[in-house]
T-cell receptor
Framework: DAKTTQPPSMDCAEGRAANLPCNHS???????VYWYRQIHSQGPQYIIH???NNETNEMASLIITEDRKSSTLILPHATLRDTAVYYC????????????FGTGTRLTVIP | EAQVTQNPRYLITVTGKKLTVTCSQN?????MSWYRQDPGLGLRQIYY???????DKGDVPEGYKVSRKEKRNFPLILESPSPNQTSLYFC?????????????FGSGTQLSVL
C-alpha cells in the first residue's frame, strides 16, 4: 500500500473550517483514500473514504486532486469535540484489509 | 447497538503470566484484526482474520497468538507476556476483507506488563 505524508499538527479556530492535507504521491489506481480519527486514546473512528471523486457525508468532505496524489479532509465547522489525531490512509480495494496507520495529524480546535 | 467489545479495558500483569484479551463483534463481520499502538509508532497490525478458522500474521506478530473459532470472537493471547508488550491494544472488524469496507474499532485495552 502507498504511504502517506501528513503534517504532525494543526490548529483550527472553533467554528471555522479545518482543512487537513495529505500527500500520497505513490498511490496506485486501485487504492482508496481513507480518513479515520482518534480522540484521545479511544478506538479510531471512520470518517470518510473515496477513490477518484470528491465525497461528502455528515461528518466531513474529502477532496481528491485530479492526479490523486494528494487529498484534503474538510471539517466544515470545527468544534472542540473534533480535537483528535486524524489519519490519512491509502489501501487497495481487494485483499487483506490492512490499513496502514501512520502517526497522523494532531488537530487542536481552539475556543 | 452495533459494536466491537474488548475486555478488559485495563490490565496489569507480570512477566510470563499468560493472558487473554477478548474481542467480540455483533455485526456478523467476516474480517477481524488486532492492532497495538505505541507512542510515536502509530497503530501496527498484529494479526488478522479473513473469516472463521482463517488467520494470518500482521506486521508485529511475535509473542502473540490468536484464534477464530466463531465469527463473532477473536481473542488475543499472550502466552508469556514481556514488558515490551506493554501497549494500547485495539480490536477491529469490517464486513468483508474488501479494502473499501470501513473498520469498526473497539475501545481499547491498556496493558501493562511489569
Amino acid at each position: 500500500d502507498a504511504k502517506t505524508t501528513q503534517p504532525p499538527s494543526m490548529d483550527c479556530a472553533e467554528g471555522r473550517a479545518a482543512n487537513l492535507p495529505c500527500n500520497h504521491s505513490t498511490i496506485s489506481g486501485n487504492e482508496y483514500v481513507y480518513w479515520y480519527r482518534q480522540i484521545h486514546s479511544q478506538g479510531p473512528q471512520y470518517i470518510i473514504h473515496g477513490l477518484k471523486n470528491n465525497e461528502t457525508n455528515e461528518m466531513a468532505s474529502l477532496i481528491i486532486t485530479e492526479d490523486r496524489k494528494s487529498s484534503t479532509l474538510i471539517l466544515p465547522h470545527a468544534t472542540l469535540r473534533d480535537t483528535a489525531v486524524y489519519y490519512c490512509i491509502v489501501s487497495v480495494r481487494t485483499g487483506a484489509n490492512n490499513l496502514f496507520f501512520g502517526t497522523g495529524t494532531r488537530l487542536t480546535v481552539i475556543p | 447497538e452495533a459494536q466491537v467489545t474488548q475486555n478488559p479495558r485495563y490490565l496489569i500483569t507480570v512477566t510470563g503470566k499468560k493472558l487473554t484479551v477478548t474481542c467480540s463483534q455483533n455485526m456478523n463481520h467476516e474480517y477481524m484484526s488486532w492492532y497495538r499502538q505505541d507512542p510515536g509508532l502509530g497503530l501496527r497490525q498484529i494479526y488478522y482474520s479473513m473469516n472463521v478458522e482463517v488467520t494470518d500474521k500482521g506486521d508485529v506478530p511475535e509473542g502473540y497468538k490468536v484464534s477464530r473459532k466463531e465469527k463473532r470472537n477473536f481473542p488475543l493471547i499472550l502466552e508469556s507476556p514481556s514488558p515490551n508488550q506493554t501497549s494500547l491494544y485495539f480490536c477491529a472488524s469490517s464486513l468483508s476483507p474488501q479494502g473499501d469496507e470501513k473498520l469498526f474499532f473497539g475501545s481499547g485495552t491498556q496493558l501493562s506488563v511489569l
